[in-house]
């Protein structure tokens, strides 16, 4: 079984002192490829270094809704050169909304992000979205601004029915992630993993976040390796094979960031 984790940050302060060994984890339980996921100019400069020191490893850059408050072009054009620079890149992102928290103002989140919809279609990379709470603003904002074709991810999707259809509708993927295998958390989300087209799917860690069960009755801090455990339980919740649906989610998950065989050399 060969396993792709879409979404996590190995180049959070929680792996500084063993991202090695947590990437030796991850491959020696089956995880063959991780997108670290950049959030910030400086943890997407570290993606960016991570996928260039290992062949299983790619990155993403962008700027986080929490975030959005520091971003500016400046900011941006560095993580353009950066994507510009190396082939590793192969998203744009974590970017889009967030109105729970309320980290960045409203008006602040809704102009950087934009403009990164707007970067990503220039560079033709695919985009990794944050939505939370912001009651059908994200949605609108994409039906203005996106350009036609232009490919996304829904990361750690945990929203309802019509959001779930709207995405869909827009063609973009879903990434599910740890929630999917708790209890009650998970119910509603296990409900509407069953009608999600498989060719649509991908699966995540966000680590070292929502570490899944029964990881997180041991571990306080989920990692790639883990992924493998919410890959078995999408599996069981959609009565598929688990071999079969690792390879078809591996598949999804090559097409969306443009991932081929000569990148693993």
Not at 26 to 39: C, D, Q
Not at 139 to 162: D, P, T, W, Y
Not at 177 to 186: M, V
Request: with cysteine.
């Amino acid at each position: 079984m060969k396993i792709f984790d879409s979404h996590c940050h190995l180049n959070d302060p929680a792996y500084k002192t063993d991202t090695e060994a947590v990437i030796d984890r991850a491959n020696r339980a089956g995880i063959a490829a991780m997108m670290v996921v950049g959030i910030t100019e400086k943890t997407s400069r570290l993606a960016v270094e991570i996928a260039n020191a290992h062949t299983g490893c790619f990155a993403s850059v962008g700027i986080h809704p929490h975030d959005a408050s520091e971003c500016s072009e400046e900011a941006l054009l560095t993580l353009r050169r950066l994507a510009e620079t190396y082939d590793r890149v192969r998203a744009w992102g974590e970017t889009g909304l967030d109105f729970n928290r309320m980290f960045s103002p409203r008006e602040i989140q809704e102009k950087w992000f934009v403009r990164q919809v707007e970067l990503a279609a220039e560079l033709g990379l695919p985009l990794i979205f944050h939505e939370r709470d912001s009651d059908g603003r994200f949605l609108e904002l994409l039906r203005i601004h996106m350009a036609k074709g232009q490919q996304g991810v829904v990361h750690c999707f945990s929203g309802n029915r019509k959001e779930l259809d709207a995405y869909l509708e827009m063609g973009f993927y879903i990434g599910i992630t740890g929630i999917l295998t708790i209890r009650t958390r998970g119910a509603e989300l296990r409900e509407q993993a069953l009608t999600i087209p498989e060719d649509r799917l991908l699966v995540e860690t966000d680590a070292p976040y929502l570490t899944p069960s029964p990881e997180r009755n041991q571990f306080r801090r989920n990692e790639p390796a883990f992924v493998k455990s919410v890959l078995l339980k999408l599996a069981e919740v959609r009565g598929a094979d688990p071999e079969y649906l690792a390879d078809v989610v591996w598949e999804n998950t090559c097409r969306l960031f443009t991932i081929n065989g000569s990148d693993w050399k």
